[in-house]
């Protein structure tokens, strides 16, 4: 939880969100995934100041164990002066106690979006799906938030004006928009009328356009003639000199095999590396989500 301070921008963390998406679709399938639509919706995470604390607070919990499909949990809510926004007990269940920073006592509008961090970690604990390290961990941890459809929450908590700031959850604002703009494209969804913040929205325009980015790589056919271009080049280049290194920067790669050369890119969707022949216009499915790309090699 950044209050006060200076909040990180841009996409530090973007190989590790993109790894974490690609271990969701792992380990819960595209079908899995797909079982968390639609978003949890604003109306059922509201807390007005007039609602009573721990009533209010219970009820907003509910409502993201039900989005997170997790039926049989029952989540036990205190606060409690602390550096982090919250803190779980993980544990075998049923009951997950979770506690929150005082601040939510008088900053209820947030209190949705600590919950959801929080009962998060609760569902990737009983999947066994885990990253090494708690900052790899954390950061799974808020990629799964929002790709499941809780972690808009998480971006609308960020706030920020001349004289203060407010952010909560490990990835950046941006991050956040990118990871929300991912599903939203998979769902069909809009996130943007749910906003209270303006720098949220802003964030997520940010983040969409990066995710965008991703759908126009070569040799992808809605790549644009400044990347078919380079991607012309790098093949001849490849064809000429078979084994040589790739560029580490490059979304592409290219391979010499007995059966003849192949590419293989990243998934726009999922982020699984897929392999194809290069041999001019192939339409590929990605074996890991489904996905049908149209792609000229």
């Known amino acids: ?20 998406i690609t271990a969701l679709y792992h380990r819960l399938s595209a079908d899995g995934v797909q079982a968390y639509a639609p978003s949890v919706a604003p109306a059922d995470v509201a807390f007005s100041d007039l609602d009573d604390l721990h009533l209010g607070t219970q009820r907003v919990a509910h409502a993201l164990v039900q989005q997170l499909r997790l039926p049989d949990a029952r989540v036990i809510v205190s606060f409690r002066e602390m550096t982090h926004a919250a803190n779980v007990e993980l544990t075998a269940g049923p009951e997950y106690f979770v506690e929150l920073n005082d601040r939510f006592r008088t900053h209820r509008r947030d209190i949705g979006a600590a919950l959801a961090h929080e009962i998060t970690h609760v569902l990737l604990h009983r999947l066994g799906l885990s990253f090494p390290g708690t900052r790899d961990n954390e950061i799974l941890t808020d990629t799964a938030t929002t790709y499941l459809g809780a972690g808009w929450l998480l971006l ?48 997520y325009t940010k983040g969409r356009a990066r995710a965008q980015r991703d759908e126009q790589q070569p040799p992808l056919t809605t790549a644009g003639w400044a990347g078919r271009h380079r991607y012309a080049k790098d093949r001849r280049h490849a064809l000429d000199h078979p084994g040589a290194a790739a560029d580490a920067a490059s979304p592409y790669a290219f391979e010499s095999l007995p059966d003849g050369p192949r590419v293989s890119f990243p998934c726009p969707t999922c982020l699984q590396r897929i392999r194809v022949p290069v041999r001019g216009r192939v339409r590929a499915r990605c074996g890991l989500c489904g996905a049908v790309l149209h792609c000229d090699t």
């Open 1 to 20: 939880m950044t209050v006060g301070g200076e909040v990180v921008h841009g996409y530090p963390h973007l190989e590790t969100v993109r790894a974490a």
């Open 156 to 203: 609308d908590a960020y706030r920020e004006d001349r004289d203060s700031s407010q952010k909560l959850g490990y990835l950046t604002p941006e991050e956040f928009g990118y990871v929300l703009a991912k599903r939203a494209a998979v769902f069909d969804e809009d996130p943007r009328i749910w906003f209270t913040s303006p720098q949220a929205y802003t964030s």
